[in-house]
């Protein structure tokens, strides 16, 4: 069993927040009071979070309408029913009742994908009399998409969206939501716009006119040095917002990782799988126990519920600005104010899983390190996962059940290939307008839209996620963690005979190729 690690807490350098006053006004809500938004991606990870943060803190709104994608059989009103089941929403349809809500958030039919995104002319017609807030979160965050399909997704579809913002009678405020991962030859980024890796309309038209399998064949010749198509078609969509920069009220946000919730409204929630979710969870279960990696390296990393704060601040402050305009970029990330190693997260999710949170059905005992060599992680790899995994899908064709592990590690090492880019790479970012806003928030603001680190408990956060993705991905319930130690401890039997199983291999070999004789 590993230790309790040592780096757990952190504070903000402007100390806790003081008390209340009861003349504040949240003048963040007040900007959203009476206003009709329009939301793309607001089924995804990032909009599901950023509905709930304005149904439940900006109450006084008038309407949500979300870009949904029609479905064969299903009404786009009815996917947002489906939608409010999601234990994220509970808190807010306790707050303000399941039909208020549903009365609120309002479906238009339509798809990015398509021109003029699919929208009927009488839906169309509301959005140009209503809407005066837009925020575009719709992309694919596919690393592996293939370029024509990223391509008309985020760049392309981003096109619509400005298109349609130049129609819209009282806009006041258009954000984009990009990446601060989009210009990665930049190794320390800051808030201003850079010029695109290609021409969009260039690469749009290409795209159009070229078959998938065309665009397949020089895909890695066009994105060059960029290591997937994600970073580059959302680079190329950045460039578009900024054309537009002179007729529209725009803005480019640019959020880090986005990872679960940090504090509310269910601190832990996520509902995917990827980024450090899906690092936890694979090592949790034993089927990742090597990765080539800089330890001492760290990504950006930020709760979406900041991520939101973040929006809804920056939204605030383009709007009430009037002449004293802002930039027009900003910066949503974290590590200007903490820094979590590799080494770090590693350490803090193996003692969560070995002492607090562990999972159901581990495969092997949690284990293994980073590697700085690749090779040394390649021979690792093939070791201590693929021959596992070979070994145990043996026993189960054995015993008549399906094999899982081979399939599952090479879900890993494709994903590896995506990782390892990011693993062995460090960025700085610029977050200059994130301290100016803490600066014009009053404190009732500052808890209610928090976007600063105060009293952050790490083993806390980490505790909190794995018991989310427990619960919420994997479907593992509570009363099975008791079950779920004990098969620990035999996994951890079963590790220990299976390395001294190998070491006497090695020193037998090695006996009888230098004494034996």
């Keep these: 069993m590993t230790a309790k690690p040592k780096f757990v807490y952190e504070k903000d350098d402007r100390g806790t927040i003081g008390e209340i006053d009861d003349n504040e006004v949240d003048r963040i809500a007040e900007c959203f009071k009476g206003r009709s938004l329009f939301i793309t991606g607001g089924t995804g990870f990032l909009g599901k979070v950023l509905v709930e943060k304005l149904l439940r803190s900006c109450g006084g709104l008038k309407r949500i309408y979300l870009l949904i994608r029609p479905k064969k059989g299903k009404d786009p009103q009815e996917r947002i029913k489906d939608i409010f089941q999601n234990v994220l929403f509970d808190q807010v349809k306790q707050m303000r009742g399941e039909e208020h809500i549903l009365q609120q958030v309002v479906a238009i039919a339509g798809d990015v994908l398509s021109p003029g995104l699919g929208i009927s002319e009488k839906d169309l017609e509301t959005l140009r009399q209503e809407v005066s807030i837009v925020y575009h979160c719709a992309a694919t965050v596919r690393f592996d998409e293939p370029l024509r399909n990223a391509v008309f997704m985020n760049t392309r579809g981003t096109k619509y969206m ?5 129609t819209l009678k009282h806009l006041d405020f258009f954000a984009y939501c990009s990446t601060a991962y989009c210009h990665l030859h930049v190794k320390t980024l800051y808030e201003k716009p850079y010029d695109p890796p290609a021409d969009p309309h260039k690469v749009m038209q290409a795209c159009e006119w070229l078959t998938d399998d065309e665009v397949a064949t020089i895909e890695r010749k066009v994105l060059g040095a960029i290591p997937n198509t994600y970073a580059y078609t959302k680079s190329l969509a950045e460039a578009l917002v900024v054309e537009k920069f002179e007729e529209l009220p725009a803005v480019i946000l640019r959020p880090s990782i986005v990872i679960p ?10 509902d995917n799988i990827n980024g450090p979710t899906g690092l ?3 090592a949790g279960k034993g089927v990742i126990r090597t990765m080539y990696c800089n330890s001492s390296g760290y990504g950006d990393f930020l709760p979406v519920d900041v991520a939101v704060n973040g929006i ?10 009037g002449t004293d305009k802002t930039n027009r970029v900003a910066h949503m990330t974290s590590s200007n104010d903490i820094k979590v190693s590799w080494a770090e997260i590693i350490e803090l999710g193996r003692w969560v899983i ?3 949170v562990p999972l159901n059905g581990v495969a092997w005992y949690p284990g293994g390190s980073m590697k700085s060599n690749y090779w040394v992680h390649f021979i690792c790899m093939v070791l201590f996962q693929w021959m596992p995994a070979l070994f145990v899908d043996a026993l189960l064709w054995i015993l008549r059940y399906p094999p899982v592990l081979c399939r599952v590690q090479n879900r890993i090492y494709k994903g590896f290939e995506v990782f390892e880019y990011y693993a062995n790479n460090v960025w ?5 307008e994130a301290v100016k806003l803490r600066k014009l928030m009053n404190n009732k603001e500052r808890r209610t839209y928090v976007i600063e680190k105060i009293e952050l408990d790490l083993i806390d956060y980490f505790t909190n996620c794995v018991l989310c993705a427990r619960r919420l991905i994997l479907k593992e319930s509570d009363e099975s963690i008791p079950a779920a130690r004990r098969h620990m ?4 039997v079963v590790d220990k005979v299976y390395k001294g199983i190998w070491i006497f291999g090695i020193l037998y070999m090695l006996y009888r190729c230098f004494f034996a004789g």
């Design 312 to 321: 809804l601040v920056a939204s605030w402050r383009n709007i009430t600005a």
């Design 354 to 356: 070995e002492n607090k």
């Design 280 to 282: 936890l969870i694979g």
């Design 162 to 166: 400005l298109e349609l913002a130049l």
């Design 428 to 432: 700085n970012f610029d977050n200059s």
């Design 261 to 270: 919730i940090w504090k509310e409204p269910i601190p832990g929630w996520t």
């Design 489 to 492: 401890k035999v996994m951890w």
